[in-house]
């Protein structure tokens, strides 16, 4: 016999009544440990996006709001397409590359999709060649810049929409299918489709990116253009800098350039998702604070009843020879192990539910967070004998004569 | 062994103050058999909890030996009764999630002993009291006697040098009352020195020494003339 196992039997006498004293921690810390896991991966997941992503600033129409990057070009209103060659022509420095969309609704072998019109880069450094005849006009190579410049080998393939959102080359009969409208519609490369009355044939299909990109169909902006009767407009220019620095440089003189349109910068648009959804992870954490208050107060409780339940059996205790440490020790031990194992239980099933809800809550894939799965156990473990510091002192203050008094 | 020096208790009631103990002096010598009997509310149960150092006088000073009780503090108290006294309890007291094996072994671990030693201690202790088939029963699995022998054989596992039990033939049949009282009475003979407290007077007869306890006055009956130096069985 040792004070281990007095708490463990103690405890297996009455499993239901264990069970319902940690239940409030077990949950608490189910719940944190998911949302911290779903948050945590998401954040990653929208850090990785802005780092591939790199220096983009979006030039939209000025009622266009900002909730999602990838769907920013969709707001419906239009801006003129010579806003691309006037950016050109202003030779901005660190102007790396400058990309037009235009997105009109479709209906592919009945499946809706937006038909999203590109200019090639091919197409846009001839006109740049064309239209800016002499040197000092062309962007100015970033001072201090290290990022390389996009070669236009790295634009060649369909798959560098997805990586460096513009492609090299691209007729206006050609079509490139995102992963979802492909997988639907169950068209491969080289394949032909008719699409607003016109026949195309398929350049590529691109990689699944968990982005509205999956369920868009690229063709040239000025094949939609035609096709949709929008004129020469488009919804959105994307410009990508050299790197961040010049980004930052080039906001205002673009938003100078270009007064009637609203120019962002990617790291606003993503901030402003990445702002919601830690609006909605520090809401979560204060409804789960509140939680594992209640767990503590529910647990201190539950020892506090218990200590009462057993005022006899302390007061024969310390008749025997209990000090009123071992009994304090007694009823600590006992919230050690129910914190530890509502903890830990609680981790367990946070962690599970964090995978499984995971892709279909955040669009992100779940692992493991050591630090984040000990730190939840440590914490319900803590909060437990913090809850029950108070009733074990109390037990241990009682008065051993109770041992004499009559049941 | 225990000295009281105009020991007196006071509780405080619902504002009013009751007098449990007044001024009580009392000698008990190494290996005596002493029972206090007295009507119900007379201060019975508040003698044993002074004598056991659980419940401070409100004036006076109890002596165990050479030590003044009170003036330790609580926790050395407490190893004072885990090493020198053992108790009985009218309703037993056993913890009711441990089984008679574990209840025994309770005093030993209070002491720090080892489980191997505890368990070899505690079964011997049990077998004694004729439990040796028991040992893994829960005390609601056991009838009133059994557990009256297995909270005597938790008394004695520690081997106390004082018993101090508070009505413990209280709620036995004549049967089991006849083993607790062969138990004080071999306890008795091995030298150990016992206190009883009892309305039982049969048990009193038992002991070599009776104190009448009326309204807190203690008074001392001296030697007890049914107390027979070798004790023998007596039927309820």
Not at chain 1, 121 to 148: D, R, Y
Not at chain 1, 319 to 340: E, H, W, Y
Not at chain 1, 383 to 405: M, T
Not at chain 2, 99 to 120: H, R
Request: charged fraction near 15%; hydrophobic fraction near 45%; aromatic fraction near 4%.
């Amino acid at each position: 016999m040792t004070l281990r196992s007095m708490i463990w039997h103690e405890l297996r006498s009455r499993p239901w009544t264990v069970l319902s004293n940690s239940l409030a921690i077990l949950l608490g810390v189910a719940a944190l440990v998911a949302i911290r896991h779903i948050t945590v991966h998401s954040e990653q997941e929208v850090s990785q996006q802005l780092s591939q992503l790199g220096a983009n600033i979006l030039v939209l129409p000025q009622e266009a709001t900002l909730q999602d990057y990838y769907a920013a070009d969709q707001n419906g209103g239009t801006i003129p397409e010579e806003h691309v060659s006037e950016i050109y022509l202003a030779g901005l420095t660190g102007v790396e590359q400058v990309s037009a969309r235009l997105n009109v609704p479709a209906n592919l072998g009945g499946l809706d999709i937006t038909l999203t019109g590109i200019l090639p880069q091919s197409e846009l450094e001839a006109q740049n060649a064309w239209q800016t005849t002499a040197l000092f006009t062309a962007p100015k190579a970033h001072e201090g810049c290290k990022k390389a410049k996009l070669s236009t080998t790295d634009l060649e393939s369909p798959e560098s929409l997805v990586t460096h959102r513009a492609i090299q080359n691209l007729k206006p009969d050609e079509l490139v299918l995102g992963a979802d409208v492909a997988e639907r519609s169950a068209f491969s490369a080289g394949d032909t489709l008719e699409l607003l009355g016109r026949t195309f044939t398929i350049l590529g299909i691109l990689p699944t990116t968990g982005t509205v990109d999956d369920s868009r169909v690229f063709a040239h902006l000025h094949t939609v253009q035609d096709a949709s009767g929008s004129g020469p407009v488009c919804n959105a220019i994307e410009v990508i800098g050299c790197c961040e620095d010049a980004a930052g440089d080039l906001v205002p003189d673009l938003r100078k350039l270009l007064p009637n349109t609203k120019v962002v910068t990617i790291s606003q648009v993503v901030q402003t998702q990445v702002g919601v959804n830690r609006l909605m992870a520090n809401t979560s954490l204060l409804v789960l604070v509140v939680l594992v208050v209640v767990g503590g107060a529910s647990l201190a409780g539950a020892i506090a009843a218990n200590v009462r339940e057993r005022r006899r059996e302390i007061g024969t205790l310390m008749a025997l020879g209990a000090t009123p440490s071992f009994v304090q020790r007694l009823f600590l031990g006992k919230a050690l192990i129910l914190g530890l194992t509502a903890g830990t239980l609680g981790c367990l099933i946070g962690l599970a539910t964090a995978i499984v809800a995971g892709p279909a809550w955040a669009d992100v894939t779940v692992s493991v967070l050591p630090m984040t799965s000990l730190l939840a156990v440590l914490m319900a473990t803590g909060l437990a004998i913090v809850s029950a510091w108070w009733p074990a002192r109390q037990a241990a203050a009682l008065d051993p004569c109770l041992c004499f008094q009559e049941v | 062994m225990f000295r009281l020096e105009n020991v007196t208790k006071h509780y405080s009631r619902r504002g009013e103050t009751v007098t449990a103990l007044r001024g009580a002096d009392l000698t008990i010598s190494d290996g005596q058999y002493v029972a206090i009997v007295g009507p119900s509310g007379s201060g019975k149960t508040t003698m044993l909890s002074l004598l056991g150092g659980m419940l401070s006088p409100t004036t006076g000073k109890v002596w165990l030996d050479e030590t003044s009780i009170y003036d330790l503090p609580v926790s050395a108290r407490s190893v004072l009764r885990s090493q020198r006294m053992g108790f009985v309890f009218q309703t037993f007291n056993l913890v009711p999630y441990l089984t008679a094996l574990q209840n025994v072994q309770i005093p030993l671990c209070l002491q720090g002993q080892s489980a191997a030693d505890q368990e070899q201690r505690a079964v011997e202790l049990l077998a004694r009291f004729g439990l040796a088939d028991r040992l893994q029963h829960r005390p609601s699995e056991l009838s009133i006697g059994q557990q009256q022998r297995v909270a005597l054989a938790r008394t004695l596992v520690n081997d106390p040098r004082i018993i101090l039990a508070d009505e413990p033939t209280g709620n036995l049949d004549p049967e089991s009352r006849e083993v607790v009282l062969d138990a004080f009475d071999a306890a008795h003979r091995e030298g150990r020195t016992i206190v009883v407290v009892t309305h039982d007077p049969v048990a009193a007869g038992r002991a070599s020494r009776a104190l009448t306890l009326r309204a807190g006055e203690l008074t001392d009956s001296g030697a007890n003339h049914e107390h027979h130096e070798f004790p023998q069985r007596r039927s309820a």
